[in-house]
């Protein structure tokens, strides 16, 4: 700071002085004088940097916050990610419970127990067994329909192989009943592997993309009207006198967590209302059925006519003897 | 003090007094650098008297605007500081960083003083802890960023030759 040589001059002590005599004016003032002056330099000079001191007490905040901001972001994310897993959960709860409303009995709920490991892909352990009254061959079904057949059995847990295993077979019937096969899993490559197959299908019988395929009831291990999957397409095989059709399972297998065991009581009982699948086949069978009936009723009535019409010369030539005799 | 001069001094004070409402709530330090104080200082040193004593009352009462209730102790303060700075700017002012900085720091620390005493905020221990631990650490703050601010605004702050 370079010094600079000036006088010190009368003005300058009379000006130092004037300064400090107006200080302790404004120290003195009233209120009422005090603030509209206060009020007036805040809004003219003041304001754009009382303004500017605002936005950088705003930065200072915001930098200071950062952290808790970031933690209270990755938190919510956190409670937000949980949050669907758990409404999903739920769902899947309320139609677990859905169904066990519809099936009203003859059933064993069952948690499906371990991890998917390496060769253990295409069977589950359930939480429930033999004391259960679970036995083998018992189907195990989910809201979305079926899951697989119960292998064996132990007290208290049982181990099921699921649709997506190779020596899982169920007895099926497209959904109007016109069209039966064998599903089991299909062997393919990886990303088809979790798909299932539809084999046996008779060529005049030809279905179309997104047809609901439910299990036939034939059999006996599973009853009739448990949606096994939809139709993806035809698949080329080596068969000529029948069809192959690919079909998209119903039960995805992430979904099996939670699953119910159908007793040897209900699979004989039927499920038909519980899907409510089966009942467009049912209906069918019972048109069919009942059109079979009517035709033996009108051929019954036929005959009967027949019968009549028979017996009247007989009953004629009754009546003259009658009359011929004395 | 020429035309040029004055642009630069007056570059100078405004960029202080920018630096005192943007870089010092930024920092947020309990105690923080009073670039007022410093710009006041840095302008007292480079007029009269006079100008300097008018300089004060004017900042001062900027700043008291903001607290109404101690309105003029800092006009009063800013006042005596900078007509003093400018009366005894011959006896410091050599270009010398530690007498620079003790200037900054006494500047600071009288203006504190002047201040709480004018102002008579606070019982008598609070007064004394701020008198004595605060001030003279926030005097010393605003030393560092004063010979900081000289360092760095020597380009605008060098005097024309004459």
Known sequence: ?326 | MRPTDFVRTLLAFVILVMLHFTLRPLLGWRAGPDFLVIATLLVSIRVRPGAAALLGLCVGLVADSVDPHVFGAGALAMTAIGFTASWLKAVFFADDVLLNALFFFLGKWAFDIIYLLAGARGDAGQMAVQLFVWSPLTAAVTAIFGLVTLLILRPILRASPS
């Open chain 1, 1 to 326: 700071m370079p010094p600079a040589a000036r006088a010190f001059s009368r003005r300058d002590t009379v000006l130092f002085v004037s300064c400090i005599v107006l200080a302790f004016a404004a120290i003195q003032l009233p209120d009422r004088m005090r603030d509209p002056i206060a009020s007036a330099l805040r809004q003219t000079i003041l304001a754009p940097l009382v303004a500017i001191q605002s936005d950088a007490e705003q930065s200072r905040r915001s930098w200071l916050t950062r952290e808790q901001r970031e933690a209270q972001r990755d938190s919510i994310a956190l409670r937000s990610m949980s949050l669907e897993s758990a409404l999903a959960e739920n769902d899947r709860l309320r139609k677990i419970l859905g169904l066990g409303q519809a099936l009203k009995w003859g059933f064993v709920p069952a948690e499906v127990l371990q991890g998917r490991n390496v060769g253990e892909e295409y069977t589950i352990t359930l939480s429930a067994g033999a004391r259960a009254g679970i036995l083998p061959f018992s189907p195990v079904v989910a809201p979305e329909g079926l899951v697989g057949m119960v292998k064996s059995v132990d007290p208290t847990m049982s181990i099921a192989i699921a649709w997506a295993h190779p020596d899982f077979r169920v007895s099926a019937m497209s959904i109007d009943g016109n069209a039966f096969g064998i599903v089991g899993a299909h062997l393919g490559s990886e990303p088809e592997r979790y798909l299932l197959e539809m084999r046996g299908v008779p060529l005049r019988n030809n279905l179309k993309p997104g047809t609901l395929i439910v299990s036939s009831g034939l059999g006996g291990t599973f009853p009739r009207g448990i949606p096994v999957g939809t139709v993806i397409d035809s698949i080329q095989t080596s068969e000529l006198w029948a069809r192959t059709y690919l079909l998209k399972p119903a039960v995805p297998p992430s979904d099996a967590s939670d699953v119910m065991v159908l007793l040897p009581a209900r699979t004989t009982a039927g499920v038909q209302t519980v899907w409510k699948v089966g009942l467009h086949a049912d209906s069918a069978v019972k048109a069919i059925i009942a059109a079979a009936d009517s035709l033996a009723r009108l051929n019954g009535r036929h005959d009967s006519a027949a019968m009549v019409i028979d017996s009247a010369p007989k009953r004629d030539t009754a009546a003259r003897a009658a009359k011929a005799a004395p």
